[in-house]
């Protein structure tokens, strides 16, 4: 017989409103703020080593720049004049507009355990424990609308002072980010109390898990066809390498920013295997399209970027075998339909959650294409406007919404056993 001490009684978590909103304020500033903070420094200080690109005292506000671009925040200077453009005049001014998608998956992830820690308590309240996962979001958006003011840019390289950031952004922008992910985290911590809310109880929680499978299915598959794309087109990748090397410093550092927006890019390569074309944007005009079936130079502008960069200004076509990448999206969302459709009791009932997962999976390839849309200033006084790179938000949603509806149909009806007849 072993003898040992009882054990403590578990204290019960204190769920009065000013105390969530005290622990919420905490988590979202140590949890959530406190570690973009530090990696946008981190950040900051290797480009400085690598490259030289600015001064040794400038690399701190630089890193405040990478924590604000964490949450997609724009930076804008308006120009009151300057050298004739060649693009519409209602695009004067610079924009930059970049979600490193490194440090927004951060973000996403911090917050959703955020999120889920201030529901601890409120387990059995769905609707409480979304509300107080959304807690830790003043404890991030407010730091970043501190830090802000702070920040000034400039490229005179390009002709460009003062890039200030847009305050209102470095404040709403976070807010909404973190606190629908904090969110969605309150609820992941109420789930079961969720699935046992009637019959849409488990239809949305089986939605969102076969939507975010999906997704993540979909970014994975991505990833492994550009890297199969790097193993049968070695010409490109080997001159991508040459120009690293020759590049010297700031080689480097293009290849670590270059990893920074590696989700960018499979955020725009999911699209675009959907039928999405990525779209090169100088100011409103757009010179150039890339399709599965090759790139496509638009008007005199295209041409002209197409001749400066080496490559024929008429359409330079992809193999056919490029058109296997049709494949990644049809292979995501019918994996995620078969997670959605789990435990369904029937194929009605699974196609239905399959279907719900395909709206959450559109959802999701929508705010990640307006996230990877990269926004640069170079020349946009001569231009008439900034260079966008990216593909539409609007008709990726609309198209993945297909593509999730019908995958995740198929996907949640294809692996369900019939149920036996009933005896008599």
Same mark, same amino acid.
């Given at each position: 017989?072993?003898?040992?001490?009882?054990?403590a009684p578990e204290t019960p978590a204190d769920t009065r409103p000013t105390a969530?909103?005290?622990?919420?304020?905490?988590?979202?500033?140590?949890?959530?703020?406190?570690?973009?903070?530090?990696?946008?420094?981190?950040?900051?200080?290797?480009?400085?080593?690598?490259?030289?690109?600015?001064?040794?005292?400038?690399?701190?506000?630089?890193?405040?720049?990478?924590?604000?671009?964490?949450?997609?925040?724009?930076?804008?200077?308006?120009?009151?004049?300057?050298?004739?453009? $060649? =693009?519409?005049? &209602?695009? !004067?001014?610079?924009? #930059? @507009?970049?979600?490193?998608?490194?440090?927004?998956? /951060? *973000?996403?992830?911090?917050?959703?355990?955020?999120?889920?820690?201030?529901?601890?308590?409120?387990?059995?309240?769905?609707?409480?424990?979304?509300?107080?996962?959304?807690?830790?979001?003043?404890?991030?958006?407010?730091?970043?609308?501190?830090?802000?003011?702070f920040v000034t840019l400039g490229f005179p390289?390009?002709?460009?002072?003062?890039?200030?950031?847009?305050?209102?952004?470095?404040?709403?922008?976070?807010?909404?980010?973190?606190?629908?992910?904090?969110? $969605? =985290?309150?609820? &992941?911590? !109420?789930?079961?109390? #969720? @699935?046992?809310?009637?019959?849409?109880?488990?239809? /949305? *929680?089986?939605?969102?898990?076969?939507?975010?499978?999906?997704?993540?299915?979909?970014?994975?598959?991505?990833?492994?066809?550009?890297?199969?794309?790097?193993?049968?087109?070695?010409?490109?990748?080997?001159?991508?390498?040459?120009?690293?090397?020759?590049?010297?410093?700031?080689?480097?550092?293009?290849?670590?920013?270059?990893?920074?927006?590696?989700?960018?890019?499979?955020?725009?390569?999911?699209?675009?295997?959907?039928?999405?074309?990525?779209?090169?944007?100088? =100011?409103?005009?757009?010179?150039?399209?890339?399709? #599965?079936?090759?790139?496509?130079?638009?008007?005199?502008?295209?041409?002209?970027?197409?001749?400066?960069?080496?490559?024929?200004?008429?359409?330079?076509?992809?193999?056919?075998?490029?058109?296997?990448?049709?494949?990644?999206?049809?292979?995501?969302?019918?994996?995620?339909?078969?997670?959605?459709?789990?435990?369904?009791?029937?194929?009605?009932?699974?196609?239905?959650?399959?279907?719900?997962?395909?709206?959450?999976?559109?959802?999701?390839?929508?705010?990640?294409?307006?996230?990877?849309?990269?926004?640069?200033?170079?020349?946009?006084?001569?231009?008439?406007?900034?260079?966008?790179?990216?593909?539409?938000?609007?008709?990726?949603?609309?198209?993945?919404?297909?593509?999730?509806?019908?995958?995740?149909?198929?996907?949640?009806?294809?692996?369900?056993?019939?149920?036996?007849?009933?005896?008599?």
């Amino acid at each position: 017989m072993s003898a040992g001490f009882p054990a403590a009684p578990e204290t019960p978590a204190d769920t009065r409103p000013t105390a969530l909103l005290r622990s919420g304020v905490r988590r979202g500033a140590l949890l959530v703020f406190l570690p973009v903070f530090v990696a946008g420094q981190a950040i900051a200080w290797l480009t400085y080593a690598v490259s030289r690109w600015y001064r040794p005292w400038s690399w701190f506000k630089i890193g405040l720049a990478e924590t604000l671009a964490s949450a997609r925040v724009t930076f804008t200077e308006r120009s009151s004049g300057g050298p004739a453009g $060649i =693009g519409p005049s &209602s695009q !004067a001014g610079s924009v #930059l @507009e970049v979600g490193i998608g490194a440090l927004a998956i /951060a *973000v996403v992830v911090l917050a959703f355990r955020a999120g889920r820690e201030q529901a601890h308590g409120l387990e059995e309240r769905p609707l409480a424990a979304a509300i107080a996962g959304a807690g830790p979001s003043l404890g991030f958006a407010v730091p970043m609308a501190v830090i802000a003011p702070f920040v000034t840019l400039g490229f005179p390289q390009f002709g460009i002072d003062h890039l200030r950031p847009v305050w209102w952004e470095a404040l709403v922008l976070p807010l909404i980010v973190c606190a629908s992910c904090g969110a $969605i =985290g309150g609820l &992941s911590a !109420a789930r079961a109390a #969720l @699935e046992a809310r009637g019959r849409w109880g488990p239809r /949305a *929680v089986g939605a969102a898990r076969g939507g975010f499978t999906g997704f993540s299915w979909g970014l994975a598959l991505v990833f492994a066809g550009f890297l199969v794309l790097a193993v049968l087109e070695p010409g490109a990748t080997g001159a991508y390498a040459r120009f690293v090397d020759r590049s010297s410093g700031s080689g480097a550092a293009l290849l670590v920013q270059h990893a920074l927006l590696l989700p960018n890019q499979f955020g725009m390569m999911l699209a675009t295997s959907m039928g999405i074309p990525t779209s090169l944007d100088v =100011g409103a005009t757009t010179v150039v399209r890339l399709t #599965l079936s090759g790139i496509h130079p638009e008007g005199n502008v295209g041409a002209g970027l197409a001749a400066l960069v080496g490559a024929p200004s008429t359409a330079a076509a992809f193999p056919v075998w490029y058109l296997a990448f049709l494949a990644i999206p049809a292979a995501a969302t019918v994996i995620g339909g078969r997670s959605a459709g789990r435990a369904a009791g029937g194929r009605p009932e699974a196609a239905l959650r399959g279907a719900l997962a395909g709206v959450v999976y559109a959802v999701l390839c929508g705010v990640a294409s307006w996230a990877a849309m990269i926004v640069l200033p170079p020349w946009s006084a001569i231009l008439g406007g900034s260079l966008r790179l990216g593909v539409d938000p609007a008709s990726t949603m609309l198209v993945a919404l297909l593509w999730g509806v019908v995958g995740g149909a198929i996907g949640s009806t294809s692996w369900q056993v019939p149920r036996p007849a009933a005896q008599p």
